[in-house]
């Protein structure tokens, strides 16, 4: 069993920044690909995110504000997000497989205001 714990969002004004963390616990002992994704209200789910312990692709809506960094002693990654806009707004999840399972966390609501 491997459980995921993001933190981090809240309400910000555009061009702010936010940090969001999610943590793995449980079964899991190494992270080899952790992916983040994000939905808001009305669209479709979007992968803003795919990382491993040695390259991080971008969705081109985020390239280049947001940043993927990790610590993995702690078993945590983290989704750095300046320059944030409204058009950002959504739901952050963290996403892991293992063991031929894949794993969600609950989320954490990232909102922008104009």
């Known amino acids: 069993q491997v459980q995921l714990v993001e933190s981090g969002g809240g309400l910000v004004q555009a061009g702010g920044s936010l940090r969001l963390s999610c943590v793995a616990s449980?079964?899991?002992?190494?992270?080899?690909?952790m992916d983040w994704y994000r939905q808001a209200p009305g669209k479709q789910r979007e992968l803003v995110a795919h990382?491993?312990?040695?390259?991080?692709n971008y969705a081109d809506s985020v390239r280049g504000r947001f940043t993927v960094s990790r610590d993995n002693a702690k078993r945590t990654v983290y989704l750095q997000m300046n320059n944030l806009k409204p058009e950002d707004t959504g739901v952050y999840s963290c996403?892991?497989?293992?063991?031929?399972?894949?794993?969600w966390g609950r989320g954490t609501q990232v909102t922008v205001s104009s």
């Open positions: 449980g079964s899991i002992f190494s992270i080899n690909v």
């Open positions: 996403n892991v497989k293992h063991i031929g399972v894949t794993y």
């Open positions: 990382n491993t312990d040695y390259v991080t």
